[in-house]
C-alpha cells in the first residue's frame, strides 16, 4: 500500500529505511532516537560519527545494522517555539528531503515516526497534518510505500469535529443494529442485512432462504435477478447463519431465484457479467481518468494495479474494492453494485462499511482522511 498508518514501534519493521526523529548532533537521545540506537546496536552510533551532525530540516543516511530495516535516516525536526518560526516548513523539509533521500537509495519502502511530536513539542494534530500532507505530495509523483508509524493512541490527534460526527453516524447505524441483534454474531449479521437490505436502502434478501448456494450459482448470480425476500429471517436462514459462523468469509451474495427455479446452467456460464476487472477497467475509461491517478487515488500499489488489469478473473480484498469505489468517486449504490461484482456487500454491522459509507453518503472522498478516520477508529485501512 503507498501510504499507511500503523500503531507500534519503528524499530520493529522491517522496510528498506526507517526514519529517526534525531537532534542536529546525530549522536543518539531520548524517544523514538534512543530506542532506534538501542536496537540497532553501537555500530550506529559509530557511523553517525563520521557524519558531523545535520542541520534542522535536512536528513542523513546511515545502515540499519541490527534493526531489521536496510537503513536509517536521521532527519532534524524543528523545536516548537510558538508555530512563527518556521517549524511547519521546516518540518515539510524533514520529511521531503528523507523521502527524497530514500528515493536516492533505491528505497521501495520508508517508516516515519511522528517527527517533533514528542520531546521537540509540536503539536500533534498539527504534525500529522504537516506528516501526511507532505507525504502525499510526494506520493503523488513518486511511487513509494510509506507508513507513518504512531507510537501510542495519544499521539494521534484525528479532527476532533469529524470524529464526533462519524461517532454520531455510527450510534446511528452499527451499533443501532448491535443493539438490535443482540450479540453482533453472524446470525445478527444476516437478520440485519435482510431487515436493512444493504446500505444503499435496497430492501432486497442477500440470503438464500435454503441451503448454502453452489458455485455455479454464485457465478449466475449477477445475471439472475433477486428475489424479493421476507424482512425477517427464516429458521433455515438462521440455520444457515449457525452453518457459516465457523468460515471467516465476507457477506455472500445468495440467488433465492436461480436457486428455486430450474435454469440453463451452460447458458448461465456462457452469459456471465462483467468481472470486477472489467468494470474497473471501464470505469476508469468512462471517467477518461490515468490509470495511474486511479490506482494512486485509491491508494493501491502498481503492481496490484497491473495484476487486476492483466487478469480479469482477478479476485480483490474488498479494502481493495473500497478503494477503487473511493476513487472512482461512485455512489452509494454504484459502490453496492461494484462490491457485489466481487461478492461482497456494504454491512452495518461492520464498523469500516460504516465509516466508509460516512464518507461516500457526504460525497467526501479523500482517501487520506477516510483511512485517518479508519486508523482513529483502529479499522483496517484502504488500500493495498
Ligand atoms: N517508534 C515509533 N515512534 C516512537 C517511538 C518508537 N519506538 N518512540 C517514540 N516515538 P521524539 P522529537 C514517537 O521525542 O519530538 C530525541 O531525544 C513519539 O511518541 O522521539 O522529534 C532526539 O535526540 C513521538 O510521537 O522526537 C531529539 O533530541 C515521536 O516519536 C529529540 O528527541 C517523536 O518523538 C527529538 O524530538
Known amino acids: 500500500m503507498p501510504f499507511r498508518i500503523v500503531l507500534g514501534d519503528i524499530t520493529k519493521l522491517s522496510v528498506d529505511a526507517i526514519v529517526n526523529a534525531a537532534n542536529s548532533s546525530l549522536l543518539g537521545g531520548g524517544g523514538v532516537d534512543g530506542a532506534i540506537h538501542r536496537a540497532a546496536g553501537p555500530r550506529l552510533l559509530e557511523e553517525c560519527r563520521t557524519l558531523h551532525g ?6 542523513k543516511i546511515t545502515r540499519g545494522y541490527d534493526l531489521p530495516a536496510k537503513y536509517v535516516i536521521h532527519t532534524v525536526g524543528p523545536i516548537w517555539s510558538g508555530g512563527a518560526h518556521g517549524e511547519e516548513e521546516l518540518l ?43 507525504i ?18 495519544e499521539s494521534f490527534r484525528f479532527d476532533v469535529r469529524l470524529y464526533s460526527e462519524i461517532s454520531g453516524y455510527l450510534r446511528n447505524t452499527y451499533e443501532d443494529e448491535r443493539a438490535m441483534s ?17 446500505a444503499a436502502g435496497s430492501r432486497r434478501s442477500i440470503f438464500s432462504p435454503k441451503k448454502k448456494e453452489s458455485k455455479a450459482c454464485r457465478n449466475a448470480m449477477d445475471s439472475a435477478p433477486m428475489a424479493e425476500a421476507p424482512m425477517e429471517a427464516s429458521d433455515e436462514a438462521v440455520a444457515m447463519a449457525d452453518e457459516e459462523r465457523s468460515a471467516p468469509t465476507e457477506p455472500r451474495m445468495y440467488c433465492a431465484q436461480a436457486m428455486s427455479a430450474p435454469m440453463d446452467l451452460t447458458h ?43 487478469d480479469i478473473h482477478y479476485r480483490p480484498s474488498k479494502q481493495t474494492v473500497l478503494a477503487f469505489a473511493v476513487a472512482l468517486e461512485l455512489d452509494l449504490q454504484e459502490t453496492e453494485a461494484f462490491l457485489k461484482k ?35 477508529f483502529d479499522q483496517n485501512l484502504l488500500g493495498a
Do not use: W
Request: glycine content about 6%; aromatic content about 10%; hydrophobic content about 40%.
Open 268 to 310: 448461465a456460464l456462457e452469459n456471465l457479467d462483467e468481472s470486477f476487472s472489467q468494470a474497473l477497467l471501464r470505469m476508469i475509461d468512462a471517467r477518461g481518468l490515468k490509470d495511474s491517478e486511479c490506482y494512486k487515488k485509491a491508494n493501491i500499489d502498481r503492481k496490484l494495479f497491473s495484476k487486476i488489469r492483466s
Open 92 to 134: 515539510r523539509s524533514a520529511y521531503r528531503n528523507s523521502l527524497h533521500l530514500a528515493l536516492k537509495n533505491n528505497c521501495e519502502s520508508v517508516a516515519f515516526p511522528m517527527i517533533s511530536a514528542g520531546v521537540y513539542g509540536y503539536p500533534k494534530d498539527q504534525a500529522l497534518e504537516v506528516a501526511v500532507s507532505t
Open 54 to 59: 545535520c542541520r534542522t530540516g535536512e536528513a
Open 136 to 153: 502525499r505530495a510526494f506520493l503523488e509523483k513518486n511511487e513509494m510505500d510509506v507508513t507513518l508509524v504512531i507510537f501510542d493512541r
Open 342 to 376: 466481487a461478492g461482497f456487500a456494504l454491512s452495518h454491522s461492520n464498523k469500516a462499511d460504516v465509516i466508509v459509507e460516512y464518507f461516500i453518503a457526504n460525497g467526501n472522498y479523500d482517501m487520506y482522511s477516510i483511512n485517518e478516520a479508519l486508523f482513529a
Open 182 to 198: 443482540g450479540s453482533g454474531s453472524l446470525l445478527g449479521d444476516m437478520a440485519r442485512s435482510v431487515a436493512f437490505g444493504g
